[in-house]
Every structure is written in C-alpha cells, then in structure tokens.
C-alpha cells in the first residue's frame, strides 16, 4: 500500500512575516560559490526535510560510492506556511520556529549544502486557516504574497519555491473557495520576481489544477513537478517535458526498499529526469537510499555522519 499523502507533525505557527523577522544582519545572497559537485549520469534526486524534527544537513551526507557525487541535488525545507491575516484578508507568509531557526541559521544549516553543490528550495503549504494558492480575491494580494515569498528567496539566500496546496481548508475564516485566476496571477508575478530561480509544484490540491487563466498558461514557469503518494507511480497532470517531472515518489523509511527499486527502475527506463523522496531523518538511511541509487546511477549510497 502506499502512504495517500503525508502526515505532518507541526508545531503552532508562529506569527511571523517574511519582512519582520530577519535576524541574518546583512542581506543574504546564494551563499558562497559552490564548490563543482561530482559528474554523476540520471535523473535529478529531491529529498524533503520535516525540519519540525530532522536536520537539513542530513541531505549532504550521502553521496554515491562510485565517483563520490552528490545523490541529492535539491533539499527541500518543509514547511512553511499560507496563513490567514484577519487584518488584511488576505493570505501572508509565516515560519514557525523550527523553520525559522533554519533561515536565521543558513550560514550553518543552508550554505554548508549550497557549497556542495545542493540547491535549497523553501516549501509553502496551508495551515487550516483558509487562506491558499488558490483563493486570492485579486490580482494585487496574489501579488503581494508572491514578492513575499521572493523577499523570502534573496534574504536568506535561497534556490526557490515550492507550492504544496494541502490544509488550507477553504472556506475557513470567511475566505473563498479556489477560484481560476489566483494561482495564475500567483505563479506569474513570482517568475516575474525571481526568473533564475526555482519554481516546483507538488502536484496536488486545487491550485495544481487551475494553471491557466485569461489565456495566461503557467506550465512553463515550473521547473519541475512530482508526484504526491508515495510508494507509488504517477505521473504529474502538467504539461512539462519528462526531464522536469517526477512519477516516482518515494518515503525514505516508509517505502519498501523493493518498491523504491523498482520506482528507480522504471524512472530511467521510462525517461522521466525526477525522482522525488520525503522524510530523510538522521538515521542511517544507506540501505534505502542505496535501493533506489543503485537504478537511477549505477551505485550504491555511501552516508558520511
């Protein structure tokens, strides 16, 4: 069986904005130059970090045993979130405190992965409070929230976004059901803000749907897009190149290591260039990771505490 979709432990958001609550002294850039990471040959690997409970820097401690690359190419911090502001009803950006020590931190917990070469992207998801993707009532506040999340991107030196539309729970606090133009509007304003950055998709939720608006199709300001279930193959409803989609999703820890093989497998025979896993802790995950290593590059994992 697969996991249907995540369950997340959170703690209590805490309230606050992108623009009030940096503690980096002077404003962040990408970090230092990455060092050049290692040649490897397949599809680009994501791992999601619940830094509620695990390290970022787990994610740059495996890397393959045959040439020494990276298995990781993209870290994704999960989460933070969309949360309703009573004041200007209107959706605004807010880290709870384990996300926010990762940001006020990123000279330990993010440039350290940059430096190897690892791009890190800041995940964005609802918090039950009404407020989502897609349900801006205009242009403007969709807008708005977008430069917030690319004020995000440059303050704490950061490689991109990605937009994961579950528990916004529509409806709460008098906010409105999804509606066609807010995640067009959203999307488009934010590739306006940041265009050498990433902008992925974790294909689920009403905003995944309603990617075209007024004749504005969105599509292609996504670099990548990837299945939401893990343990299972799907492949994402967005009309990217196989190179930028991911039909594989994988639970470090929760898929069985044969499936994650086979998910592998099918990945490079099928050729799709993503492959998506979630949950990497601070265990020693070889075995698993090694399970699907061995298919997308030939090699096992070797982890490095």
Do not use: C
Request: proline letters at 5%; hydrophobic letters at 40%; aromatic letters at 10%.
């Amino acid at each position: 069986m697969f996991t249907p979709v995540r369950r997340r432990i959170r703690t209590a958001a805490l309230a606050l904005s992108t623009i009030a609550a940096l503690a980096l002294g002077a404003t962040a850039t990408s970090g230092a130059a990455a060092a050049p990471a290692a040649a490897k040959q397949g599809p680009t690997s994501v791992a999601y970090v619940e830094v509620n409970n695990n390290s970022m820097l787990n994610v740059g401690k495996y890397t393959l045993s045959n040439g020494g690359a990276n298995v990781f190419d993209i870290a994704v911090i999960f989460a933070a979130n969309i949360n309703y502001d009573a004041g200007t009803k209107a959706g605004t950006l807010y880290f709870n405190p384990n996300v926010q020590s990762v940001l006020d931190n990123a000279a330990t917990q993010i440039r350290p992965l940059q430096q190897k070469g690892i791009k890190v992207v800041l995940s964005v998801l609802g918090n039950h409070q009404g407020a989502g993707f897609a349900n801006f009532p205009y242009q403007q506040t969709a807008s708005t929230f977008a430069k917030q999340l690319s004020d995000t991107v440059t303050k704490y030196g950061l490689d991109g976004i990605d937009f994961d539309d579950e528990y916004a729970d529509y409806g709460n606090n008098g906010t409105g059901q999804p509606n066609a133009s807010s995640f067009v509007y959203l999307v488009s304003a934010l590739r306006a803000n940041m265009p050498g950055k990433i902008i992925s998709l974790y294909n689920i939720g009403p905003a995944a749907s309603r990617l075209s608006y007024g004749g504005v199709d969105v599509t292609s300001k996504f670099d990548y897009a990837w299945n939401p279930y893990y343990g299972s193959w799907q492949v994402p409803g967005i009309a990217l190149p196989k190179s930028k989609l991911s039909p594989a999703a994988v639970q470090i820890g929760g898929t069985s290591q044969s499936t994650a093989a086979s998910l592998a497998a099918r990945t490079v025979s099928e050729g799709y260039g993503v492959f998506l896993t979630y949950n990497l802790d601070g265990a020693d995950r070889t075995a698993d990771v090694s399970a699907f290593t061995r298919n997308l590059y030939g090699s096992d994992a070797h982890y490095t505490p």
